[in-house]
C-alpha cells in the first residue's frame, strides 16, 4: 500500500487547527508533533521535573523469582470454567463466524473440553490467532 493515501479502514481525515491532513504520513507527523509537545519538559514546573529526575534515576528491581500474580483473570483458565461457560450460552442463537453451535460445545467430550481449554490457555498465553475473522 501506498502510505500517502489513507486507508479506508483509518476513517475520515484528520482536522487540525483548521487544516486538513489526509495521508497516513501527515497523520503520524501531526500526531507524533502533538505526543511531543504535550510530553515536552516545556510544560513541567521545575520541581515535578527534580522529582521526576530524582525517581528515575532509582534502579527497579524485580522480584525473583517473581511473586504470583493476584489478579484472578491473568491466571490459566480451567476446564471448569469452560464446562460453566458452555453451560450458560443459549442454544437458539445462530452459529459464529466458525459455524460452532453452543449446541455442538454442549455435547463435546470431556477429552474435547480439556483440549479446548489447553487451545484457549495458548492463544491468551501467546496472542497467537489461528485465523482472521472478517475476511
Not at 3 to 22: A, C, D, M, S, T
Not at 32 to 45: L, R, V
Not at 71 to 85: F, R, S
Amino acid at each position: 500500500m501506498n502510505e500517502n493515501i489513507l486507508h479506508p479502514k483509518f476513517g475520515q481525515p484528520l482536522i487540525f487547527r483548521n487544516v486538513v491532513y489526509q495521508t497516513l504520513n501527515e497523520i503520524s507527523e501531526i500526531l507524533a508533533d502533538t505526543y511531543s509537545h504535550f510530553s515536552s519538559d516545556s510544560n513541567y514546573d521545575s520541581n515535578f521535573l527534580q522529582l521526576e529526575q530524582s525517581v528515575e534515576n532509582v534502579p527497579t528491581v524485580f522480584p525473583d523469582p517473581p511473586t504470583p500474580d493476584p489478579h484472578h483473570y491473568n491466571h490459566p483458565i480451567t476446564v471448569n470454567e469452560v464446562l460453566y461457560t458452555i453451560r450458560r450460552c443459549s442454544t437458539s442463537t445462530a452459529p459464529g463466524y466458525d459455524q460452532i453451535t453452543s449446541l455442538m460445545l454442549r455435547n463435546l467430550h470431556s477429552n474435547a473440553i480439556v483440549h479446548f481449554t489447553d487451545v484457549l490457555n495458548y492463544i491468551f498465553s501467546t496472542s497467537t490467532f489461528f485465523f482472521q475473522y472478517g475476511n
